[in-house]
């Protein structure tokens, strides 16, 4: 494939995506939740739980899968498809690490979302190092890692995901 045909398919694939976040947040505000299949509600609920990003969804001007500029902030569709990935791996306990440190935080008082978003910021680190490198995602790097992740406190898990990218 082509670096144009590359580009394009990705822009098309986050059209998509937006397209359907988009969709789902209108149905939401209009009370038509009801007309949601099981994946689409799944979806619902993470698009609900982030509502401080519904003018995001509901502007026309942002489904047409352009890029975020630098500058522009947290892109608000990669949170919510990031939040799904976390979700789709605790509902699976693919990997069990990952299950096992949202557990483990929810044991010590934090909510199921801070956990999610913990794992969100180790997934984020692994996938921009495959990226970068040029590899496939590594997992067991990513299970040694979440295992790490379980053996500190919360304030420092951050710092222990960075030290693991740090040489690379």
């Known amino acids: 494939m ?3 045909m590359a580009k394009t ?5 986050r059209q998509a995506f937006r397209t359907e ?15 949601l299949d099981p994946k689409e ?4 609920v993470i698009i609900m739980d982030h509502g401080e990003y ?13 890029e975020f500029g630098e500058g522009e902030g947290l892109n608000p569709f990669l949170h919510i498809s990031l939040h799904e990935m976390a979700e789709d791996q ?3 306990e693919t990997p069990v690490e ?21 794992l969100i910021m180790i997934i984020i680190h692994m996938i921009f190092d495959a990226y ?13 890692l979440l295992i790490k992740c379980r053996k500190v406190e919360p304030s420092e898990m951050q710092d222990v995901v960075e030290r693991e990218f740090s040489s690379n």
Request: glycine letters at 10%; hydrophobic letters at 35%.
């Open 132 to 144: 970068k490198n040029g590899k496939p995602f590594d997992e067991k790097r990513y299970r040694r």
């Open 2 to 4: 082509t670096d144009n």
């Open 54 to 66: 519904g003018a995001y969804f509901a502007n026309e001007e942002l489904l047409d899968g352009s």
């Open 21 to 35: 976040v988009g969709r789902i947040w209108n149905l939401i505000r209009e009370g038509k939740s009801a007309d």
């Open 9 to 13: 398919f990705e822009k098309m694939q």
């Open 98 to 118: 990952a299950a096992l440190l949202c557990d483990s935080l929810e044991r010590m008082g934090y909510s199921r979302h801070e956990g999610i978003h913990a």
């Open 41 to 44: 509600r799944k979806l619902a």
């Open 90 to 92: 605790l509902a699976s």
